[in-house]
């Protein structure tokens, strides 16, 4: 067990995987990493599976056996993203047990090209859930406007959920609401709350890096202050975590958690670092606080596992530095509304076509297995 790791865990912070490919599980890289690096549980998404489709010979003997039954892409697509979600649920399982369900769990995404389609997107995560068929998956929705009303309804069926490419506050604001709504009525349709959990993935590098972009392209004024670079990814979490402890209070709340409800956990994501130029373990020690998840490539997490200072609560005593920067930015001419809508459409469209490169690989191999 690694000692930084262990003071990670130890803080509060769960430390999940981003990343699954069937190599990881048949190798026993998973379990290894659950053993030996407090790892406790894993997120995919599109582009995940894309990698290790492409990379990964060990899907040839299942892509020949669907070839032979005459799946189509959707169909192959849907068995293999499937498959490996269920036997990482299976890895994780007793993890999920040991701590009431909290963590332990596997995320599998929707269809990215459903985004924008509420009933669609509510009609696949329950195809996901029935299929994985195992009570640690979480299903992926993407925290759209149209995304919002899919979580109520997913979490009224009594569906795990993973709200993913959460970037502004507003939106955030929105998501809680929606996970709430659905607590509502899945009390209302009879469900045991305590057996429904959710996370709020909320992005963190990406959104240093589309804010930085803009501040290197000005040319005079604020803007030009190279100290406003790098901060408004951890600044922007944080002032996220403290709307996440200010609603999940009163009466309201308080009413669900009598029956049984548990919060939403704030999940950082998009911790991988991108400019060379800054700390590489910094969307993580930075954002250490009790009761929140970071998910991690496995680059970060050894990171993390070799230098990664563990300082205590990195979020609460700093809310007024937050909102300070924020304001800097803003004075700076940052436009933050348009820049998450930017990270939104962006977020949406990236996972969209790392899903069409998937099947597009997936395709060529079916055909080569029919040939």
């Known amino acids: 067990m690694n000692d930084r790791l262990k003071a990670l865990a130890d803080a509060g912070v769960s430390i999940w995987l981003d990343d699954l490919s069937r190599e990881r599980l048949e190798t026993g890289n998973l379990a290894d990493l659950v053993q030996n690096r407090n790892v406790v549980g894993v997120t995919s998404n599109p582009s995940i599976f894309q990698t290790a489709l492409a990379d990964g010979e060990r899907y040839d003997a299942q892509v020949r056996e669907l070839a032979a039954d005459g799946a189509d892409v959707d169909r192959a697509t849907m068995v293999i993203t499937t498959d490996d979600v269920r036997e990482a649920c299976k890895v994780m399982r007793p993890v999920f047990d040991a701590t009431d369900g909290v963590d332990g769990r596997v995320s599998i995404e ?76 899945a009390l209302e349709n009879g469900h045991d709350l305590s057996d429904i959990h959710s996370v709020a993935s909320f992005f963190v590098s990406r959104v240093d890096s589309e804010i930085d972009k803009r501040l290197e392209a000005a040319t005079e004024g604020p803007g030009t202050d190279p100290a406003l670079r790098g901060k408004a990814g951890v600044a922007n979490a944080r002032l996220a975590f403290q709307m996440y402890e200010e609603f999940f209070a009163g009466s309201r709340w308080e009413a669900l958690e009598a029956e049984g409800a548990r919060k939403q956990r704030p999940l950082w994501a998009s911790t991988g670092v991108k400019n060379p130029d800054y700390d590489d373990t910094m969307y993580v020690v930075d954002l250490v606080v009790e009761d929140t998840v970071n998910t991690m490539p496995e680059k970060t997490l050894d990171a993390v596992a070799d230098h990664g200072e563990v300082r205590g609560d990195r979020v609460r005593p700093f809310y007024d530095d937050a909102a300070a920067h924020m304001k800097a930015l803003a004075d700076a001419g940052i436009d933050y509304d348009d820049v998450i809508a930017v990270l939104i459409a962006e977020g949406v469209d990236k996972f969209v076509v790392a899903w069409d490169e998937l099947q597009t690989t997936l395709s060529a191999s079916l055909e080569a297995a029919r040939a």
Do not use: C
Request: proline share 5%; charged share 15%.
């Open 110 to 185: 929707v269809s990215p090209g459903l985004a924008h389609s509420t009933d669609d997107t509510v009609a696949e995560a329950a195809t996901l859930w029935k299929t994985v068929d195992q009570p640690n998956v979480m299903i992926k929705i993407p925290g759209t406007e149209a995304g919002w009303p899919a979580i109520t309804e997913t979490i009224a069926a009594g569906i795990s959920v993973n709200v993913t490419l959460i970037f502004g506050l507003e939106q955030y604001r929105n998501v809680m609401e929606a996970y709430v709504s659905g607590l509502e009525k």
